[in-house]
């Protein structure tokens, strides 16, 4: 038997036409350094309908790929509203990638133009002449265009395309579950792996994150993504700001404390989202210059896990910090930290420093070895999946697929569930030893070493053991001048972890290697090992 | 090109396994006239397992509908998670229809299986036995049960049905587009007609409920449904609490002013919906008594337009009256009367005094003679049209198919759209006057005639006319001992509109013919004219 409600597609069209029709006066305002430009939702409408315009007359008329490589701004609001709502495909660039990956995943996803502000032509121009696919590119704003020249594209000015474009667009009716946008994961296991986004699975998500326990989003909000649009759709907010009507704030490109800082006291934004070392600059500036974040009511925070002491400097200020988490594979956000309804003190402290609770609609478990599903104790610990309307069901063009299994994602995240729906990471599962049939959470083991006075920095990472099948190995940076030794080290961390945990391996290197975006790049470090390229002190039978 | 998402349904299984899972903790607490009994979300969830599986003992193996004939209470809960997630389909009887309509529902929607409390025994007994197609009758708590006896249905007792089925269920997978529950209009005009939710209109319903611009829920939320669970779904408050991870209240049959504050003493619900006259009678009990209702944050209200001064009278008491407009068909909430944000004095009261402002998701245009889409400048009135997720596109068995084009559902509500999107509702399509191509508003003529101290009730039809098309005659109830004439409630008019919107045609009768909702019955008095049955004092010419 079927329902006889209307079949009305769930898409980024209705997101579009809420905000900027029903809530047409509210406004979008972009800093410019010293102080903001601004444009209403209505006006936002209208250029991105032009938008659609010019870039069906560039060619635009199916599927294809339209990119950006783009601050957050009122034009990046722009293309994330009139490319899939034209039933194109918006591939958010990532600015931080090697210049090799970022040639990889425009190739990989068959980019056809790509927009770029004017002040990151010098960022674009090295890797465009590899860009195979794209054929156009656009320039938002001022910038010296000369770099973009010979590398066989067409130039166009954004404001001039807008302008010979007619104000209004024939939007197509959409299929939800057709694309909408594409997300690469920054690729810390081998090349980056493209996430193809539905109008359902971003409408879901967005209004997920509107719901009393995501951000409670309303109207009275103004919402300030510090968290780039370039990265898993700055967390869904600039969507769900429009589909709650509140106000928007965008940095541009100015993403370093002290302007930061001037933007919040100026603009008032009450929510704010950006990852844990944005807001650890922000409150060092804030405390040294007695500056104002009064405006804040919550500030959503996530991409690496939030260290206590965080929260409890902005508790001091009277700023709430909600750690969420989430992977590009998630939209992001899955989970939320916020403490139970009417927990206090420990209790409330405990939930806090989780990764939180699922948003309803998706589901999460714990899985061990064998794909057991674990219990939700708190304590059996395994490798969390999760599935649901915004959470993602293969790579594109099917790669990896051993992440996926019967409808659900393997996180690559490991960790234990509480009775009550709270999450506890403890490890990434390729960052996991497993020695004998015991699992050594490898992040732990780094903590505890980067809490001695002589270390900058530790990784450590699983090695093949004849006896234990694997062994943890603890790669160590020291500070200059320091002469500490492994068995010193060892001898430090036996305090702290079961004699069983400490590593028997040790090498002292200059730097940890990293990622494009920061992360310890712990492959680069078994490879090492693997090959005989690190100096290993070998502890066994101490 | 289609998206790499996980294809994974909205379901009512999903809001309950969130509910019973996550926030298995969470208590609901039915009402018993001296206290409550309560169950913790963990076990309803058992105890919908255990009811699917009864149900499935007795033959419900497909989409067969189970009517439920009950008050607000932890079973009739039950029933809403258990029926739509084995794939059957809720169907709410509404206790308060007249018999005759009660039977025509049950063997339109063709009813398998009642669920019925046992105070409601006396109600159902008489029209059992000409609901043909129901096999079964489970008696839930006390009563008895003689008189359903030689109905020639199968009696059992729901907990002696629970005790005896498995606490697990293999829930099926579920289409999100078939049918979860039934609910039929109150039939002001002709027999009631089905509305057929499905599993996604539910869902998305249900979660729009809990965003900051609807009821912003959370897990601090208490929540307590006064609106009937047989009347479109309680407003989707059982469901959007167990979405929220909010605790539930129902106040079963307790329903008048002084259960109902002591319920809301006792329990401190900080979020609970009814009809505006059921809070007129709460507001009044709550100032002759000085209680408490110090714990309700919100107060979604509608079913008819809000008095302004029941919205000041809680304002008064700190309690915020929020008007919320919707109907059968639209799952009901459609649109909520917030004031915009840092809106004051006169600006707020505009808004809060219309019917709302549409919720994300949905659309809404006025639409004139014709079929013209009018401007939304706060003036051109015309017929409501809506379309969303959540809104009806027939009715069941393609009954009235007038009420539906293009995708969009014909209200009924007359009235006019703001440039900023709420609503002001003048008038119900079926009830103007349309006079010489000018509309007549029959609530206004009546508002006015009741303002008049000798005036009880006033009824206001359009009736044919050779030369208007159509006028308004006035049916008048006067005040036992009043003389006043027809013409001189007509002079009372004339300082009030407009010369040529005065009615002519005049009738004194006893009483305004109601519904079985209480609503004027507009067609008996069109019918009792039309058959001469009415004494009309004829003014024309005057």
Same sequence: chains 1, 2.
């Avoid at 599935?387 to 690559?412: C, K, S």
């Amino acid at each position: 038997m079927w329902s006889t409600m209307q079949d009305f597609p769930l898409t980024i069209t209705t997101i579009m036409r809420y905000g900027t029709q029903v809530c047409g006066a509210v406004e979008i305002a972009t800093w410019t350094g010293d102080g903001a430009r601004r444009r209403s939702y209505a006006e936002v409408g209208e250029r991105a309908a032009r938008l659609a315009g010019a870039l069906r007359a560039l060619g635009v008329d199916g599927d294809q790929r339209v990119a950006t490589f783009m601050w957050n701004n009122t034009e990046h609001l722009e293309a994330y509203l009139a490319v899939p709502s034209m039933g194109a495909v918006l591939h958010t660039l990532n600015l931080r990638l090697f210049p090799d990956q970022l040639v990889y995943i425009a190739n990989h996803a068959e980019d056809y133009v790509v927009i770029v502000d004017g002040s990151l032509i010098p960022l674009l121009a090295p890797v465009l002449p590899q860009m195979k696919t794209v054929r156009h590119v656009v320039v938002v704003g001022e910038g010296d265009t000369a770099p973009l020249e010979g590398a066989g594209k067409e130039l166009h000015s954004y404001e001039e395309l807008l302008a010979g474009a007619p104000p209004e667009f024939a939007w197509p009716e959409i299929d939800e579950r057709s694309a909408a946008a594409m997300c690469y994961t920054s690729g810390t296991t081998g090349n980056p792996k493209g996430v193809v986004y539905s109008h359902r699975s971003a409408y879901l998500h967005s209004l997920s994150v509107c719901t009393g326990n995501a951000l409670g989003m309303s109207d009275a909000d103004v919402v300030l993504p510090v968290v780039p649009m370039f990265h898993a759709n700055a967390w869904g907010l600039p969507y769900a700001a429009m589909l709650a009507g509140a106000a928007l704030v965008m940095p541009d490109r100015f993403l370093q404390a002290e302007p930061l800082v001037k933007l919040i006291e100026a603009e008032r934004p009450t929510v704010a989202g950006a990852v844990p070392t944005i807001w650890s600059d922000v409150l060092r500036y804030t405390r040294e210059h007695g500056s104002d974040l009064s405006s804040l009511r919550l500030v959503p925070c996530g991409g690496s896990a939030v260290p206590e002491a965080l929260m409890r400097g902005f508790d001091e200020i009277g700023v709430r910090i909600v750690q969420a988490w989430g992977m590009t594979e998630t939209s992001p956000v899955a989970t939320m930290a916020h403490a139970p309804a009417g927990a206090e003190g420990e209790r409330a402290w405990r939930a806090r420093v989780s990764q939180g609770r699922v948003l309803a609609g998706l589901e999460i478990r714990v899985v061990g070895d064998g794909d057991v599903v674990l219990a939700n104790d708190g304590e059996a610990v395994g490798e969390v999946e999760i599935r649901g309307p915004w959470i993602t069901g293969a790579y594109h063009r099917d790669e990896d697929p051993g992440r996926f299994h019967d409808g659900w994602l393997r996180t690559g995240d490991v960790g234990n569930l509480s009775a009550d729906g709270y999450m506890v990471l403890t490890d990434r599962a390729k960052d996991v030893i497993k020695s004998g049939g015991e699992w050594i959470s490898s992040v732990e083991l780094e903590n505890h070493l980067m809490a001695h006075p002589d270390v900058i920095e530790a990784a450590v990472v699983g090695v093949p053991d004849d006896r234990w099948q694997e062994r943890p190995l603890a790669s160590v940076v020291v500070r200059e001048g320091a002469s500490v030794t492994a068995a010193q080290l060892r001898e430090f961390l036996s305090d702290r972890v079961p004699k069983w945990q400490l590593p028997e391996r040790w090498a002292f290197i200059a730097e940890v290697p990293k990622t494009s975006v920061g992360k310890f790049d712990k492959k680069v470090l078994r490879r090492r090992y693997a090959e005989g390229g690190l100096e290993v002190h070998d502890l066994t039978g101490f």
